[in-house]
């Protein structure tokens, strides 16, 4: 069971570092994972691999963030507000994320609070599934923490390339390349439009999300600034070896649990969630006889557990689903003007 730290503070990244710092790669290091959660007010989850750390760690991070909280305080009404904010949004996170009772009665922790709590939920197939993806959220906390060191003192232009470049490098990860890769992130993103339009908001991001694009990809290039370039690269290094691992080791029977939700389960639900949308991508391919044997194959299902996995880390980050929406948009459009139309699917 993680470690939480609840910090209402406008960005929980410095007491993230400052822990990590001063305390985690001291006496944790290769044995824990860094996560932000929502349950119970705005906290920073620390999740160990060895259960054993967990109660050793908590009195020595309580004196820390303690510490840290007489010098960089939150001022009482930002937690007041944020408190109500956090309390109003519980119940419809708790179903959007299907974590258990939906009881309206939530105890919302105070500013700088530590404890030991249940683990955020996730859906997967299998026991075996759940610790892969448990092995390389620990593997890759090493270069997530390097980036969180410099990523607080990026501007707004270069952070913002710092993911695009993230969502643009992943797409080469799909076995046959960025020009089937990038088809993910058009299903998400032409997916996020469509029920905007279906639940009535009256807002045309998909004209927001162009204005800035045009504003930010500048001479349509990808910048990474200086100071995360070397960790970038590491970054990809993992990532390239992670989908090699995952692409030789993947076997249908490892995903197969008669306890949890089952791949043909999961696939009724992708159909039912995308029938109704109206963009030309899930228009086309709802009816496609051939969706099933693509969406379960082991290519597509090995590259949805990349993304997935890339996804976990988006919350250290302190992104947001519109961020994240964002992205996407700016990867598809970006591997559209490289590839000259020449695509299956554009963004409608």
Request: hydrophobic share 35%; proline share 2%.
């Given at each position: 069971?993680p470690?939480?730290?609840?910090?209402?503070?406008?960005?929980?990244?410095?007491?993230m570092?400052?822990?990590?710092?001063?305390?985690?790669?001291?006496?944790?290091?290769?044995?824990?994972?860094?996560?932000?959660?929502?349950?119970?007010?705005?906290?920073?989850?620390?999740?160990?691999?060895?259960?054993?750390?967990?109660?050793?760690?908590?009195?020595?991070?309580?004196?820390?963030?303690?510490?840290?909280?007489?010098?960089q305080?939150?001022?009482?009404?930002?937690?007041?507000?944020?408190?109500?904010?956090?309390?109003?949004?519980?119940?419809?996170?708790?179903?959007?994320?299907?974590?258990?009772?939906?009881?309206?009665?939530?105890?919302?922790?105070?500013?700088?609070?530590?404890?030991?709590?249940?683990?955020?939920?996730?859906?997967?197939?299998?026991?075996?599934h759940?610790?892969?993806?448990e092995?390389?959220?620990?593997?890759?906390?090493?270069?997530?923490?390097?980036?969180?060191?410099?990523?607080?003192?990026?501007?707004?232009?270069?952070?913002?390339?710092?993911?695009?470049?993230?969502?643009?490098?992943l797409?080469s990860?799909?076995?046959?390349?960025?020009?089937?890769?990038?088809?993910s992130?058009?299903?998400?993103?032409?997916?996020?439009?469509?029920?905007?339009?279906l639940?009535?908001?009256?807002?045309?991001?998909?004209?927001?999300?162009?204005?800035?694009?045009?504003?930010?990809?500048?001479?349509?290039?990808?910048?990474?600034?200086?100071?995360?370039?070397?960790?970038?690269?590491?970054?990809?290094?993992?990532?390239?070896?992670?989908?090699?691992?995952?692409?030789?080791?993947?076997?249908?029977?490892?995903?197969?649990?008669?306890l949890?939700?089952?791949?043909?389960?999961?696939?009724?639900?992708?159909?039912?969630?995308?029938?109704?949308?109206?963009?030309?991508?899930?228009?086309?391919?709802?009816?496609?006889?051939?969706?099933?044997?693509?969406?379960?194959?082991?290519?597509?299902?090995?590259?949805?557990?990349?993304?997935?996995?890339?996804?976990?880390?988006?919350?250290?980050?302190?992104?947001?689903?519109?961020?994240?929406?964002?992205?996407?948009?700016?990867?598809?459009?970006?591997?559209?003007?490289?590839?000259?139309?020449?695509?299956?699917?554009?963004?409608?």
């Amino acid at each position: 069971m993680p470690v939480s730290i609840f910090n209402y503070a406008e960005s929980k990244i410095p007491l993230m570092n400052y822990l990590v710092e001063n305390y985690l790669e001291r006496h944790h290091r290769n044995k824990y994972y860094l996560d932000n959660d929502w349950e119970g007010g705005p906290n920073t989850l620390i999740i160990f691999s060895d259960p054993a750390d967990e109660q050793k760690a908590v009195q020595e991070i309580t004196d820390l963030v303690e510490q840290y909280k007489q010098y960089q305080p939150v001022e009482s009404g930002r937690i007041a507000e944020l408190k109500q904010k956090y309390k109003k949004n519980q119940r419809v996170l708790k179903q959007l994320e299907l974590r258990g009772s939906d009881s309206e009665h939530v105890i919302m922790r105070n500013d700088g609070v530590v404890e030991i709590r249940s683990r955020k939920n996730n859906v997967f197939n299998s026991d075996y599934h759940q610790q892969m993806f448990e092995k390389y959220r620990l593997r890759l906390n090493g270069v997530y923490i390097k980036l969180l060191s410099n990523y607080e003192n990026l501007d707004r232009f270069h952070s913002t390339h710092m993911f695009i470049g993230m969502f643009y490098f992943l797409t080469s990860l799909y076995s046959e390349g960025k020009s089937r890769g990038y088809l993910s992130f058009l299903s998400h993103v032409e997916g996020f439009f469509s029920r905007l339009r279906l639940e009535g908001y009256d807002t045309d991001m998909k004209s927001e999300f162009e204005k800035r694009r045009s504003h930010i990809m500048r001479g349509g290039k990808i910048v990474i600034h200086e100071d995360v370039h070397e960790t970038m690269e590491e970054w990809k290094n993992e990532w390239l070896q992670i989908a090699e691992e995952m692409n030789t080791n993947f076997d249908l029977s490892n995903y197969k649990d008669d306890l949890k939700l089952g791949l043909d389960d999961q696939y009724d639900m992708f159909v039912k969630n995308i029938s109704p949308l109206d963009n030309n991508f899930h228009s086309t391919i709802v009816h496609d006889e051939q969706l099933k044997e693509f969406i379960l194959s082991k290519q597509m299902l090995v590259f949805r557990d990349i993304v997935n996995l890339f996804y976990l880390s988006l919350p250290i980050f302190e992104q947001s689903m519109v961020k994240k929406q964002f992205y996407a948009y700016c990867t598809v459009k970006q591997v559209e003007d490289e590839e000259n139309g020449n695509l299956p699917f554009v963004i409608d």
